[in-house]
């Protein structure tokens, strides 16, 4: 799988699908069966999905179909694509569905981890990438995704969650147990080398301390 920041936010998916109070208020615009697309009027984001075969009920809700790519402007700008993808449309309208419902970001793990590897390309973003703290999704959702994760940065001061989850996965710890750093002062070193931008010279001379 292959996610792209394209544009000025660093939110795109989720607001390619929910307002702020965490309601899917996009609306279907366009049906076909190679192309679906929605508008969001919370967020004024359009997203266009691809794929075959998709078929939708009198309620436009997806029943079946196979999605090959996902896309998101808002107007003129690009803001990201998600490409590189083999999902079932309807399992993704379910994901969706869960994370409306109760803030589930399992069902969306489990498409990503399709994909024997996962790119997270920022180098086309025109705004810094910091959108992996614990109650961002892309937080939420490396507690389900197992797949190898690998990141471009763009040119701004990134923050890149995966670095650390590497780190808490080599430990076999879960992300909450790493987040409560309070009484292991010795992880929370290692999240700090890894969060915060430290020259390579210097990390590897402080995790010979550790």
């Known amino acids: 799988m292959h996610f792209s920041y394209l544009g000025d936010d660093q939110n795109f998916l989720r607001n390619a699908y929910f307002d702020g109070n965490g309601n899917n208020s996009a609306a279907v615009q366009s049906f076909g069966t190679t192309s679906v697309v929605l508008f969001n009027p919370a967020t004024n984001v359009t997203t266009t999905v691809a794929g075959t ?13 196979t999605i090959s790519s996902i896309s998101m402007n808002r107007g003129a700008m690009d803001l990201g694509e998600i490409t590189q993808i083999n999902w079932s449309a309807v399992s993704f309208d379910a994901a969706i569905d869960a994370i409306e419902a109760s803030n589930d970001y399992g069902p969306l793990g489990t498409l990503i981890n399709q994909s024997a590897a996962v790119t997270i390309d920022a180098t086309a973003s025109l705004v810094a990438v910091q959108d992996y ?4 999704p892309w937080g939420r959702l490396t507690e389900f995704v197992t797949s190898p994760i690998t990141n471009l940065d763009s040119q701004f001061s990134d923050r890149i969650l995966p670095a ?7 430990f076999n710890l879960r992300a ?12 929370a070193t290692i999240f700090s080398i890894f969060l915060l931008p430290v020259p390579d010279h210097m990390r590897s001379s ?3 301390i550790l």
């Open 206 to 208: 402080i995790m010979k």
């Open 176 to 187: 909450a147990t790493l987040r409560t750093t309070s009484t292991k002062p010795q992880l």
């Open 133 to 136: 703290s614990s109650t961002s």
């Open 53 to 65: 075969g998709f078929t939708v009920n009198a309620s436009l809700e997806i029943t079946s179909g």
């Open 164 to 170: 650390w989850e590497t780190i808490r996965r080599s």
